[in-house]
């Protein structure tokens, strides 16, 4: 069963706009992490917040993390061409397996240039 | 940069056929995963590794999946038999597990498997 949810499930957006994904999660973390994938590949890891941080940036990327809601959101700012992917959210539920990484259903970007 | 090898990158097999995907972890990482990749089912995780011991397969569907490190450089998925509804695209990661539960993934380009 999925441990993270993404919504929207699409997302379409000009070049240039800023782009907002969202993440529901079910269980506590010690971490939640993003990754992307684009078409044909394997995902690659974006970003890694913990469960003590509300909010972390990294280049046009920001992350937030309302463990209260048990719900993270990823902005990408600024966005272009090439940030066209799907966009997931990776957890581990520490009473699991603490490095057990369980994905999304992820977030289809596509960005129009 | 390292990086997960994962062979074969494409395999076409009739039902009935056994499969084996093979994975070559990054060198110094203690976690491996292998998982599944469906439009309808997204990706689910089948099987986890640490420290080259499987601490859970629950995904896996046990009368058909099996997976195994038999050293720190090769992980393997087999299918036997295989069946149409196996047919997905592999993938493979690895990862350092630290303090806090941090573990970050690095994934193989994926083995596309189709089953006629």
């Known amino acids: 069963s999925q441990q993270g949810e993404e919504d929207p499930q699409a997302l379409s957006i000009q070049e240039g706009e800023n782009a907002t994904m969202n993440c529901s999660y079910k269980t506590s973390i010690n971490n939640l992490q993003w990754y992307r994938q684009n078409s044909g590949r394997g995902l690659v890891h974006l970003i890694l917040?913990?469960?003590?941080?509300r909010e972390k940036h990294s280049g046009r990327l920001r992350v937030t993390l309302d463990t209260s809601k048990k719900s993270s959101s990823l902005l990408i700012t600024a966005s272009r061409a090439a940030d066209t992917a799907s966009y997931f959210c990776a957890t581990a539920d520490p009473t699991s397996g603490t490095y057990k990484y369980i994905f999304g259903t992820g977030t289809r970007l596509k960005v129009l240039a | 940069d390292a990086r997960v090898t994962q062979t074969p990158r494409h395999k076409v097999t009739e039902m009935g056929q056994e499969v084996t995907m093979r994975c070559q972890p990054i060198l110094g990482h203690n976690t491996v995963f292998w998982y599944r990749q469906t439009m309808m089912q997204g990706l689910e995780l089948l099987a986890y590794f640490r420290n080259r011991a499987p601490l859970d397969d629950s995904g896996m569907p046990k009368d058909r999946f099996s997976a195994e490190m038999p050293d720190a450089t090769l992980a393997t998925l087999k299918i036997q038999p295989s069946e149409p509804r196996d047919s997905a695209v592999y993938f493979c990661a690895s990862g350092l597990a630290a303090g806090a539960g941090a573990n970050v993934l690095t994934f193989g380009a994926g083995s596309r498997l189709t089953v006629l």
């Open positions: 917040i913990r469960s003590n941080e």
